[in-house]
């Protein structure tokens, strides 16, 4: 844990710490500066902390979101803990135009902008897309990264399941999918503070889809094609 290591204390030291354990000012203290904080910094967050984050985006913030593909990737960006600085180093973003996308995101209701520096995002990060804008920005800019893949190269590291399911069985998998994404936001936040600007670093994507499928190919394809090449066979069966 890069808290223990960079404090020089065990890891059960720090888990007491953070439960509120033997916590003295000046630990506090040094656990702040750990993320560039001082304790006032820490007050003022406590003091203007949100009630209960938004696990929907309303049709105009979709709507809002999906004018501009830069827009929309500094919000999820700053969803899953990268600061917008880091984001403007990654692309050489000018610092007028972060700070109008900023103030544009706050005046949409979708972050806050603390008094010291720092970006407080206002939605859950377990969200789902369920209406057209930002649907239709997806189909656009990021349907063609994974559907032009070459999945037959071994750098391409992909799942694929068929599998027969109940209705029941079908919400289960919808449900397992929206849990693998809050999970994948986790590790990204739990990366990005153990291995802050690591060498080698980049941005991946990730699609987690699920869909009914249209067997008809297979019955033609494959079932009829594979018994008229065993009749054409004989008893061997196709070569």
Request: charged share 25%; aromatic share 6%.
């Amino acid at each position: 844990m890069r808290i223990s290591q960079e404090l020089g204390v065990g890891e059960a030291t720090v888990k007491r710490w953070l439960a509120g354990k033997g916590l003295t000012i000046d630990r506090l203290e040094r656990m702040a500066q750990l993320c560039g904080l001082v304790l006032g910094d820490l007050a003022r967050e406590a003091e203007e902390s949100p009630g209960d984050l938004a696990h929907e985006l309303t049709l105009a913030q979709e709507k809002a979101l999906s004018t501009n593909i830069f827009l929309s990737f500094l919000f999820m960006a700053l969803l899953g803990g990268v600061p917008p600085d880091e984001v403007a180093a990654d692309f050489n973003v000018p610092k007028a135009a972060m700070d109008a996308a900023l103030d544009r995101l706050e005046r949409l209701a979708l972050i806050d902008r603390l008094r010291s520096g720092r970006v407080r995002p206002l939605v859950d990060r377990a969200l789902v897309f369920r209406k057209q804008p930002l649907r239709a920005l997806f189909e656009a800019h990021m349907k063609r990264t994974f559907f032009e893949l070459d999945y037959s190269q071994p750098e391409t590291i992909y799942s694929a399941e068929t599998v027969k399911l109940s209705p029941a069985g079908a919400a289960q998998l919808a449900e397992l999918i929206e849990r693998h994404h809050v999970e994948v936001q986790a590790l990204a936040e739990r990366d990005h503070i153990a291995h802050p600007a690591a060498p080698g670093s980049g941005w991946y994507g990730m699609l987690s889809v699920m869909r009914g499928l249209d067997m008809e190919p297979m019955r033609v394809d494959g079932i009829i094609a594979w018994t008229e090449a065993l009749g054409a066979g004989g008893a061997k069966g196709p070569v």
